[in-house]
């Protein structure tokens, strides 16, 4: 077997490794090409003595190893990249889809209004000095109780509104993974 074939077939079994480290132990392997070849090797004898490349890839790959797709297995409507794209797949993973969202919906939408009241409720903490000062300028009478809650809640408001932020962001990336999912489920990758 020649290098370039070796090295065809090592790269196609090793189709689902990590592109870097992909690239790292087809580099390795042909250094031990380079270095057959430097002794005096020719690529057949360095292929042989390197073995199969299938097994090699299984190897490295343990149970994480999947053999490629070929052209062959696309007539399954299976393409390369390992996508069941059948029209009537299509549909079925939508409308389980679409059913399962008629449940997850709800808590999604139920999830960005409880963030919203708490951005809320953060934001009329840090503006209660500011209803104190319209109140009194509009008549009320002045309590120290309502300065010292005022000022209690501006304080609170302030530790708070760093944690209106994370709690944004986490939300987004559960939404945005459930999204994610839906999108790969629908167009059928693994």
């Known amino acids: 077997m020649s290098k370039e074939h070796f ?10 490794m990590d592109p870097m480290e992909r690239d790292e132990l087809i580099a390795e392997y042909e250094a031990h090409f380079l270095f057959g070849q430097q002794s005096g090797k ?3 004898q360095v292929a042989s003595e390197l073995g199969d490349p299938i097994d090699l890839a ?5 149970d994480q190893y999947r053999p490629p797709y070929h052209i062959h297995e696309q007539s399954n409507n299976v393409d390369s990249s390992g996508n069941n794209s059948s029209s009537s797949g299509v ?11 008629i449940f997850i919906f709800p808590f999604l939408l139920t999830g960005w209004t409880m963030w919203l009241t708490y951005a809320i409720l953060v934001f009329t903490f840090l503006i209660s000095p500011f209803v104190l000062v319209l109140e009194l ?3 009320g009478e002045f309590l120290t109780a309502e ?11 302030l530790l708070l509104v760093t944690s209106v932020r994370t709690v944004m962001r986490w939300y987004l990336v ?3 993974k459930y999204f994610n999912w839906m999108s790969s489920t629908i167009k059928g990758r693994k």
């Open 137 to 139: 300028m509009f008549g």
């Open 91 to 101: 549909i079925i993973r939508s409308l389980g889809v679409i059913f399962l969202s």
């Open 174 to 176: 559960i939404n945005q």
């Open 7 to 16: 090295i065809n077939l090592l790269r196609l079994h090793l189709h689902n």
């Open 147 to 157: 300065v010292f809650l005022a000022s209690l809640l501006v304080g609170i408001g």
């Open 42 to 44: 020719k690529e057949e």
């Open 58 to 62: 299984k190897q490295v790959m343990g």
